[in-house]
């Protein structure tokens, strides 16, 4: 039956960039990390509104309890991912770089599962719709980074027909493997969870993209599916995993500039989450851990290991046998698209795919020179663009003039940057741009 | 020759003839005033008036539109040219100048990161909010000078700006492109200035920084006038209340509040002339009893302990105190202050 | 025919009016900071000297010889070039006013543009023929808007550059402008 | 800095391509071509280097001093500047040639606009170019190859395509026959220092190639145009028009396409522009050398054509990922 299916078809899309792909911890099994003693779940770990708080200091709460309710639509609840007590709602460090609020549950050590989280009676007679209130409640977001409410994304318009479902487990980012591990060791949950997203969404035509270079991770999933969803081996090509350019490489369809992939009839989603759709709807389990891949020349132990939302940085790097003494730069998510942290009490959310660690010579200097114009960034563009122009119309101020080059459409994936010989921050420049465009606009609209 | 003149004749004729026409086919109204008051204007296009640039300011001065008020870097003899032009009315308005709310250089503000990447405050403010310990401090990457269309502003070594008071036109570019907020229009002749823009709880401030306002509140306890108040955690001066006389400075614990009053020059004190019939009532009256004087006889103020707060001039029934600005800037160590000019309250 | 083609090639590369005859330099510095007014002001060029060849090359063989008051020379073709430059104007202005503002003062100073009097008097020097006197103006009217197109753009791209404050504006458009005109001086023998 | 992070905008990686690498690799592939030169020429050759690169180095250490800007000096930019201008010099060019050219290059074509990247022309190109118009006797005293330990003099001669332009003129017909294509390739082609030998620059630019420091897109569709249009003359007249392989070989061509029309730094940056680019220059190459006064066309239209880069990168903006023409829309799946 295996044998029957065809072989993918894969497409390029062009730019992108190869960088080393340092895969420390692509042979360690997951851990689970212990316990730590107390939490920080912030309101705001997706994008959207933030949840609204619905415990107060003191309460009690059994792991997977509700802490937080939904802001709005494009928001989810957020729960507690350890038994305990509230200790308060404080402003706390936040990945974003400054204070936001946050739960506080101190651990009783117990970890008791709120009992009112038990299977459904019965999981094949559960209708798309209920699916995506399962998904709702459980607090799922996109697990590869950017946290996008699941069940948005599951809700398309009427007029936006939706007949592929992508499975993304192209983790392209250097070092991490939280995914490559995922799908090795339960292919079952990723291919279970492919499914019932495809239910969800209605829709027939399912495939998981993984990188070339996790053919392991491919067998694993091949041997877990049948023949409703297929795994298809892509080429090794940062940004593989970039929702429009994983469209392009695997359906040929190309979302339209400024557009979403529901224009062209995709919905894309992580492995990562389709393991907790997966998670939710066969064992009524919210979003409480995630699989972090902690790496790099920074640390003692690297690991990949399944942390609770809300652990502190600090207890995570402990678990991992320390930092390296001269750690000099830290980094949430891979080296592409990761931000640096400032801050070791930030905590894990559920955005949270991987915490890297430089040393002093990992996290080289560079100085920027003056632009040569060798096109470099030019060639890389997965979106075509033209960085060297819009960056230095932004250096002098001209944010008009960068929005003329579509700094608009830049997705930030770092290419450009990677390449440029004279060391320009040209992904700062876009985001600088991006955010003066917007304010410029805001201002302009009184 | 006769040739010649009637072929110069001729042709001017033609040429007349048909630029005759193409007046009247391609006539576009055209204000000349436009022209000559875009020339007057400062031509430094700072976008202070709210219009593109000089040119479209000057189009919505004579179309009616717009007030000659609205430019702030317009000296008084242009202004009133323009308001000649156009036969309408020009008011001064209280000349202001940018100052900044915030001295993270004296309080010692910390780095909490090391930041490497474009040198521009709003570039830096993305990136977890820039490198200083104080979530409200100035960045100190000088996108304000680099703004400044008039080139007042220049910055310190260690990374805060200094605002030349004399370049200044309150025109307000760094105003709204600094991502901090910290720097502010205010006017001139109230030269006092909380130099602080946390909210946070005083604890919080004193953590990092020695000079920023704890929130004590000593300032608003002691200003004679109501004019400070406390929002958030954080003094700030109610232009108009403030009379300028100081105290809050002196009262400040942590050196926020700061006196501007030689830097600008407007710095006055009071003068008792003969009018005066020994009432005592400004004697009384002074905070600072820098008054002294027999009853029935003049009075005399101590210009060393006057602090200029006028409140001696509001008392005298007689009109025999008034407020005389001077200049202590030249050398404030030897002699008694120069007087530069007069002026009543 | 090929000689028309030779005396375009050699109006518009060989002896380009701006870069190799130095004429017409005052537009070509005023108005070549951005493209769009560069090409603007081309436009206007063009009509105006193929017209000013036109009317210019009439009035000198019909009137001017005939009559033998050659000497009225200059001022007659002045006269003609502005008022065709007082129509021109007009006609910008109310087509294109954003185009009027750019050019500004540089429009009505075609009237004293060396060039477009150059084109005229040099059809008399080199005894034009009627279409040989058009071809050759419209040949230096194009000569002239591709070196004010060319040199916008490189100017476009001064603007970007860290040109030393000492040399930024006028100074580093002028040795621009020179170095430009020392590539053109490829085309020297092109046509005899 | 203790217990400090350090904050950067991503990405955290970053390739190992920078400046210097990229400048001291174009260095390393002129490097045979310059061994030729030395081989052919003796003393003489390696003088001018000698001479080019102090004064440039001399010259770009002064201006920045000048300009109190950081000395860059050791970035490899100003050696290919010097390299590549002694190369465009006669291998007779007396001593202050040399130096009027290293200036005129590194201060006018280059310092005035802000150093490095800034530049509209390729300041060698420039340099080139003020010399040949300014001191024209200097600049076409061509003298034969004698290589190193030979014994032989050095002895004038006029360059291929120099005695074929005066044949032309003189007799009206040209004779290809005397000229052997192996020498050209090799290097016994009379010109300047860097056109000896097309092999050894050829083996300079595979290798540029394979780091891709530069792309095939101008030197291919440069070298294709000359050989097509003078294809398509010689076709229609071989008496009077010299053959293809005769005028990619002879002359500065190959230098230029591969060395100085490939300057990053004044050429346009999308590949689309680069073809444009490449066509121009090989239209206005060929014009020059058929119809021109000047034997030679390579200098005048990389210049001409860097003069139009900005114009056709502006044109040639790559279209966005996902940017449909409204003419297109509704035709995409």
């Known amino acids: 039956m295996m044998g029957a299916r065809k072989k993918q078809k894969t497409y390029r899309f062009q730019g992108g960039v190869h960088p080393p792909e340092e895969k420390l911890t692509a042979a360690l099994p997951t851990e689970a990390m212990p316990l730590p003693e107390k939490i920080y779940i912030p309101l705001s770990q997706h994008i959207g509104a933030p949840a609204v708080p619905v415990v107060k200091e003191g309460d009690r709460v059994l792991t997977g309890m509700v802490v937080a309710e939904a802001g709005g639509f494009v928001s989810t609840p957020v729960h507690a991912s350890i038994s305990g007590t509230v200790t308060g709602i404080v402003d706390y460090p936040h990945p974003v770089g400054r204070n936001m609020p946050a739960v506080v549950v101190e651990s009783d050590g117990a970890d008791k599962l709120d009992e009112k989280i038990t299977p459904p009676p019965d999981i094949n007679s559960l209708t798309g719709e209920e699916i995506r209130e399962i998904i709702k409640n459980a607090g799922i977001v996109g697990l590869g980074g950017a946290a996008f409410p699941t069940h948005v994304k599951l809700s398309p318009p009427k007029d936006k027909p939706i007949d592929t479902l992508i499975i993304n487990g192209a983790e392209c980012e250097p070092y991490l493997t939280a995914d490559h591990r995922l799908m090795l060791e339960h292919p079952e949950k990723v291919i279970g969870g492919a499914r019932l997203l495809a239910k969800a969404l209605g829709v027939t035509r399912v495939l998981t993209g993984v990188e070339k270079n996790k053919m392991d991770a491919v067998q694993a999933l091949t041997g877990a599916t049948g023949s409703d969803v297929a795994v298809v081996p892509f080429a090794v090509h940062y940004p593989q995993g970039a929702e429009k350019q994983l469209i392009k490489a695997s359906v040929d369809r190309v979302v339209p500039a400024g557009g979403l992939p529901m224009d062209v009839g995709v919905v894309v989603q992580n492995v990562g989450t389709a393991a907790a759709v997966y998670d939710a709807v066969t064992d009524g389990m919210p979003l409480i851990s995630r699989i972090v891949t902690v790496t790099g020349p920074g640390i003692r132990t690297p690991k990949n290991l399944r942390v609770r939302i809300g652990t502190p940085l600090s207890e995570v790097i402990a678990s991992c046998g320390g930092l390296a003494p001269d750690v000099r730069k830290v980094i949430l998510g891979g080296p592409m698209m990761g931000n640096a942290q400032f801050n070791l009490q930030v905590p894990v959310i559920k955005g949270t795919s991987g915490v890297l660690l430089l040393t002093e010579s990992a996290a080289e200097v560079l100085q920027p020179g003056p632009c040569l114009r060798c096109g470099n960034c030019v060639r890389v563009c997965p979106m075509g663009l033209t960085p060297l122009m819009f960056a230095r119309y932004t250096e002098l101020g001209m944010f008009d003039e960068a929005a003329e080059f579509n700094v608009a459409d830049c997705i930030e994936c770092g290419c450009c940057a990677y390449e440029c010989p004279a060391h320009i921050p040209l992904v700062q420049y876009a985001k600088y741009a991006k955010a003066e465009i917007q304010n410029r606009k805001r201002k302009a609209a009184g | 020759m006769l040739s010649a003149i009637l072929t110069l004749a001729g042709l001017g004729f033609l040429a007349a003839l048909g630029l005759a026409v193409a007046s009247r086919v391609f006539y576009v109204k055209m204000d000349p005033r436009v022209a000559t008051i875009a020339d007057i204007l400062p031509g430094a296009n700072c976008g202070a008036c709210g219009y593109g640039g000089c040119g479209a300011f000057a189009q919505a001065i004579v179309s009616g539109e717009g007030k000659i008020e609205a430019c702030s870097a317009i000296d008084e003899e242009g202004a009133h040219a323009i308001a000649d032009i156009m036969g309408i009315m020009y008011t001064e308005s209280e000349k202001e100048w940018a100052v900044v709310l915030c001295r993270h250089t004296d309080g010692g503000v910390a780095n909490t990161f090391d930041y490497v990447g474009i040198s521009d405050c709003r570039a830096a403010n993305l990136v977890g909010g820039g490198p200083k310990a104080c979530p409200s401090a100035c960045i100190g990457l000088g996108t304000c000078a680099a703004v400044c269309p008039f080139g007042a502003i220049t910055m310190s070594a260690d990374g805060l700006p200094i605002i030349d008071p004399n370049r200044c036109t309150a025109c307000g570019v760094c105003v709204a492109e600094c991502p901090k907020n910290v720097i502010v229009l205010a006017p001139v002749s109230s030269a006092v200035s909380v130099h602080c823009s946390s909210e946070d709880k005083g604890a919080a401030v004193k953590k990092v920084c020695s000079t920023g306002c704890i929130g004590c509140g000593a300032c608003v306890r002691v200003c004679p006038f109501e004019a400070m108040t406390m929002e958030n955690n954080l003094a700030a001066v109610n232009y108009s209340k403030c009379r300028v006389c100081g105290l809050c400075v002196s009262v400040c614990p942590t050196n926020a509040i700061r006196d501007h009053r030689d830097e600008l020059k407007v710095r006055k004190i009071a003068v008792i002339g003969d009018d005066c019939n020994g009432c005592t009532l400004c004697a009384r009256a002074c905070p600072v009893d820098a008054i002294a004087g027999n009853p029935k006889e003049q009075h005399t103020v101590d210009p060393a302990r006057c602090i200029g707060c006028g409140i001696c001039a509001d008392q005298c029934k007689r009109g025999a105190v008034s407020m005389i600005t001077v200049d202590n800037t030249e050398d404030e160590a030897s002699g008694p202050a120069t007087v530069v000019g007069g002026g009543g309250r | ?192 | 800095m203790k217990d400090v992070y350090l904050i950067t905008s991503g990405p955290h990686v970053h390739s190992t391509d920078s400046i210097p690498r990229v400048m001291y690799s174009v260095v390393l592939a002129l490097l045979p071509a310059v061994a030729v030169s030395i081989l052919f020429f003796g003393a003489a050759a390696l003088m001018m280097y000698a001479i080019s690169i102090i004064t440039c180095i001399a010259a770009e250490a002064a201006c920045q001093k000048i300009m109190k800007r950081p000395v860059t000096v050791t970035d490899g930019s100003v050696l290919i500047t010097a390299i590549l201008l002694a190369m465009n010099l006669p291998p007779s060019a007396p001593w202050w040639l040399v130096v009027v050219g290293s200036l005129t290059a590194v201060v006018l074509g280059k310092q005035v606009y802000g150093g490095l990247g800034y530049n509209p022309f390729n300041p060698v190109l420039v340099a080139r170019v003020v010399l040949l118009i300014s001191f024209p006797v200097q600049m076409t005293n061509w003298v034969s190859p004698a290589p190193l330990f030979s014994g032989i003099d050095m002895v004038s001669m006029a360059t291929p395509l120099g005695e074929i332009k005066t044949e032309l003129l003189t007799t009206g017909a040209i004779d290809l026959a005397r000229y052997n294509y192996f020498d050209f390739t090799v290097g016994f082609m009379g010109g300047s220092l860097g056109e000896m030998s097309v092999i050894a620059l050829l083996l300079g630019a595979l290798f540029l190639l394979y780091r891709g420091y530069i792309t095939w897109h101008i030197p291919v569709t440069y070298i294709g145009t000359v050989f097509v249009l003078t294809g398509i003359f010689w076709m229609y007249d071989p008496t009077s028009f010299a053959n293809p392989v005769f005028h990619v070989l002879a002359g500065g061509l190959v230098l230029g396409a591969f060395f100085m029309a490939t300057d990053m730094v004044t050429t346009p940056v999308s590949p689309r522009g680069m073809v444009i680019f490449g066509l121009g220059c090989g239209i206005l190459t060929v014009v020059i050398r058929l119809f021109g006064g000047y034997p030679e066309g390579v200098a005048f239209s990389i210049l001409l054509m860097n003069a139009a880069t900005p114009i056709i990168d502006r044109y040639t903006v790559p279209r966005k990922f996902g940017y449909t023409r409204p003419d297109e829309a509704g035709g995409a799946s």
């Open chain 3, 1 to 192: 025919m090929g000689h028309f083609v030779l005396l375009i090639i050699s109006a518009v590369l060989v002896n380009n009016f701006v870069l190799a005859r130095f004429l017409g330099i005052c537009p070509f510095l005023g108005v070549s900071k951005k493209t769009e007014t560069a090409v603007g002001m081309s436009m206007a060029v063009v009509f105006v000297m193929t017209i000013a060849a036109l009317a210019t090359w009439l009035l000198q063989t019909y009137i001017l010889i005939p009559f033998g008051i050659q000497y009225l020379q200059t001022i007659v073709f002045i006269l003609v070039i502005a008022s065709l430059v007082q129509l021109v104007e007009m006609v910008i202005q109310k087509v294109s006013p954003v185009l009027y503002q750019a050019l500004g003062i540089y429009l009505p100073l075609i009237t004293t543009n060396c060039a477009v009097l150059g084109v005229a008097v040099l059809n008399i020097q080199k005894e034009h023929t009627f279409w040989e006197a058009i071809i050759f103006a419209f040949g230096a009217s194009l000569g002239f808007g591709l070196a004010l197109v060319l040199f916008a753009g490189i100017r476009e791209r001064l603007d970007l550059a860290d040109v030393p404050k000492s040399l930024r504006g006028t100074a580093i458009a002028l040795i621009t402008a020179g170095l430009l005109s020392l590539a053109f001086m490829g085309f020297a023998g092109l046509v005899k």
